[in-house]
């Protein structure tokens, strides 16, 4: 019993060690799709080595923690105004 308990704890930990590891690519399309459903343009989203300086900000973390994603620029899409009607 002491077996299968130890196979079970065992195999729940590779689960969610696994499950934090992800591609860089894959993260960086998932936020570059956060930001565009968001209407945010003109950014970029940069993969460097982790804790190497870079201009702007951290927004993910991949590669199990060795590669950093950066998030530069960008600005949130203007709201249409309402058409208004002219005066005939």
């Not at 934090?20 to 459903?37: F, G, H, N, T």
């Not at 343009?41 to 190497?52: A, C, P, R, S």
Request: with cysteine; proline share 5%.
């Amino acid at each position: 019993m002491k077996f299968w308990i130890a196979v079970a704890v065992v195999f729940c930990a590779s689960l969610g060690a696994s499950a934090q590891i992800k591609p860089c690519e894959d993260l960086k399309s998932e936020i570059a799709r956060k930001l565009d459903a968001k209407g945010v343009t003109n950014y970029t989203l940069t993969i460097v080595d982790k804790g190497k300086e870079s201009e702007g900000r951290i927004v993910g973390s991949c590669d199990g923690g060795t590669k950093s994603i950066v998030y530069q620029g960008g600005t949130a899409a203007e709201p249409k105004p309402a058409k208004e009607k002219q005066p005939q």
